[in-house]
């Protein structure tokens, strides 16, 4: 097919991340200060909602092992349809443990719009070259529903209506990329050979799968906690800007990282985007000023889709090794590190009242993946 399709997929494909993502899963991160605010949540709460989203990330990547990629296209409007269900139905006024469950709910259509999005494009629609806008959706979906949230406040909205607003952005989002997918069907992309064969070097699968675990771990108290700590340390600074920086960081990186991987190869791509990206999760520790929290937010949001980046193609590669689905299995240990870092996260602030020792914890399970990695 032409250049022209490819780049409809690529992009049809990435809008499915932006709601499953972007929309579903990280503008939680956002929104719940609102909800502090009004007293819908608590802090302890708010913790127990994201672990929730997480445990049904982890859930989903469970599920979406069984997936092949001949029915990832439905299994992407799926993903879509549940999302936006999810965001409308936390609009209503509910106890907290249902706002947990339905977050809990969101997690699992969010590892599956990750896992079939991934599949679609780069087997079922062999367009491994559309990788990085595939992934730059979890940024753009980030910055969007960010922005989305500072105009909803402006305009004095609760954080009900700006559930709302998301549900009903995704579902217009969701419609438009959602004739691309469906008419594919099982057919697949005619790329050029040059275009569908890699010349990267195949890694180890059980070292990449435990460097991807503590990658999840490492970036996720950063991307549940930044408008918390930007709030508590700078309350004149809105704090969804800074996640709106997390977000437009994410989305361009993609092709940074894809030209590293291609240049440098897996082995010193991903740790080069795991050196800095340690960096930047330990910055508000070292440096606990705005520049420091926009520093922070531009390194984490600029790596830790670059790691998906380099990562899940890399592991498409090695399942021809390992004879699994190994996209599943890189997202479920995923999922796990972030299941473990909110919970960890929460502990120890409730000793020192403070996310710098969680903060340093991630640091390190960073800088651990990046010795994993030597092993690859």
Request: hydrophobic share 60%; net charge positive; proline share 4%.
């Amino acid at each position: 097919m032409s250049a022209s399709s490819r780049l409809r997929a690529a992009i049809a494909a990435a809008a499915i991340l932006a709601i499953g993502m972007g929309f579903g899963r990280f503008a939680f991160t956002a929104i719940y200060p609102h909800m502090l605010a009004e007293g819908v949540l608590k802090l302890n709460d708010a913790s127990l909602a994201a672990s929730a989203n997480y445990a049904g990330y982890l859930l989903g990547a469970i599920l979406a092992m069984r997936a092949r990629a001949h029915s990832a296209h439905r299994l992407c409007l799926w993903s879509v349809a549940g999302t936006a269900l999810c965001l409308g139905v936390l609009a209503l006024t509910m106890p907290v443990w249902l706002i947990v469950a339905v977050r809990g709910v969101a997690g699992v259509f969010s590892a599956l719009a990750m896992v079939a999005a991934s599949l679609w494009l780069l087997q079922q629609r062999r367009h491994a070259r559309g990788a990085p806008l595939l992934y730059a959706g979890v940024g753009v979906g980030i910055a969007v529903s960010a922005e989305l949230l500072v105009l909803a406040a402006q305009l004095g909205w609760h954080s009900a209506g700006m559930w709302l607003l998301l549900a009903g952005v995704s579902v217009l989002a969701g419609l438009a990329a959602a004739p691309a997918i469906a008419a594919s069907g099982q057919a697949t992309l005619a790329v050029p050979p040059q275009a569908a064969a890699s010349t990267l070097a195949p890694v180890a699968p059980v070292p990449l799968v435990l460097l991807y675990g503590l990658a999840g771990f490492g970036y996720i108290v950063t991307a549940t906690y930044l408008p918390v700590l930007v709030g508590t340390a700078l309350p004149g600074l809105n704090a969804a800007h800074v996640w709106a920086v997390f977000g437009l960081g994410a989305a361009p990186s993609c092709f940074l990282w894809h030209r590293l991987h291609e240049r440098l190869g897996t082995r010193q791509a991903l740790r080069l985007n795991l050196l800095l990206q340690a960096l930047g999760v330990a910055l508000p520790v070292l440096a606990p000023s705005a520049i420091g929290y926009l520093l922070s937010a531009i390194l984490v949001g600029g790596t830790f889709v670059g790691t998906v980046t380099i990562a899940m193609p890399a592991a498409q590669r090695a399942a021809v090794k390992a004879g699994a689905n190994m996209m599943a299995i890189m997202t479920l240990v995923y999922g796990v590190g972030q299941i473990i870092g909110p919970v960890l996260a929460g502990s120890l602030y409730a000793q020192s009242h403070s996310f710098n020792n969680a903060l340093l914890a991630a640091a390190g399970a960073l800088l651990l993946a990046l010795v994993v990695s030597l092993r690859l």
